[in-house]
């Protein structure tokens, strides 16, 4: 039995990406894993990390909480829709508020890189997009995949183990919908 923490990064719970991690924690629970869930769409905090690393804002009750589930989690799969080319303002301010220093990393005397303190997690990256995968990758510089998985999951030490690419969305049949939630039943963590 894993510890799977599901990051939904999406505002609005009746999205495609809502939906897809709702078939992801139903099928991963019947497997047997234990599943939390931190669920952007009724999540409440204050997004904005007003002064930087100077002076760290108190953590309101709720990221406390997360800041716990990630710390027990071996397993980390976040969800998000691709906004702009890169992650959506809430999920980029969630983790501005919850990776602080002393909690995912930490900076050391006479030490030009920080020491990593989420070590030995894994993560997996599921994406809708409008755009054709293909063309988000190549094209467009993957710039929200580059920035989550290199730039803050690495950053934490978190390794990175799967990105799935969902798309295009935009003019998407159902039955297409329909296959894309039924895929995340069958893939691992």
Same mark, same amino acid.
């Given at each position: 039995?894993?510890?799977?923490? #599901? ?6 719970? =009746? =999205? ?5 991690? $709702? ?16 669920? $952007? ?26 800041? %716990? ?75 929200? #995949? ?6 803050? $999951? %690495? ?13 295009? #969305?935009?003019?998407? %049949? ?11 039943? #069958?893939?691992?963590?």
């Amino acid at each position: 039995m894993r510890n799977i923490l #599901v990051i939904q990064g999406h505002t609005d719970n =009746s =999205s495609l990406t809502h939906s897809l991690s $709702l078939s992801y924690i139903e099928a991963r629970k019947k497997s047997g894993d234990k599943v939390n869930v931190v669920d $952007l769409s009724v999540l409440d905090f204050n997004p904005i990390l007003k002064m930087g690393y100077k002076e760290i804002m108190p953590l309101e009750d709720s990221l406390l909480e997360c800041q %716990s589930l990630i710390k027990e989690a071996d397993h980390i799969t976040i969800f998000y829709p691709t906004w702009w080319g890169t992650l959506p303002a809430k999920l980029k301010g969630f983790f501005d508020r919850v990776l602080l220093p002393g909690f995912a990393f930490k900076f050391e005397e006479g030490k030009t890189l920080p020491t990593k303190l989420l070590k030995g997690k894994t993560a997996s990256i599921i994406t809708t997009l409008d755009t054709p995968p293909w063309y988000y990758r190549y094209f467009q510089g993957n710039l929200g #995949v580059r920035t989550l998985k290199n730039l803050i $999951l %690495s950053f934490c030490g978190i390794k990175t183990k799967k990105i799935i690419y969902i798309g295009p #969305v935009i003019k998407s %049949s159902e039955e297409k919908r329909s296959a894309w939630i039924e895929k995340m039943k #069958v893939i691992d963590s």
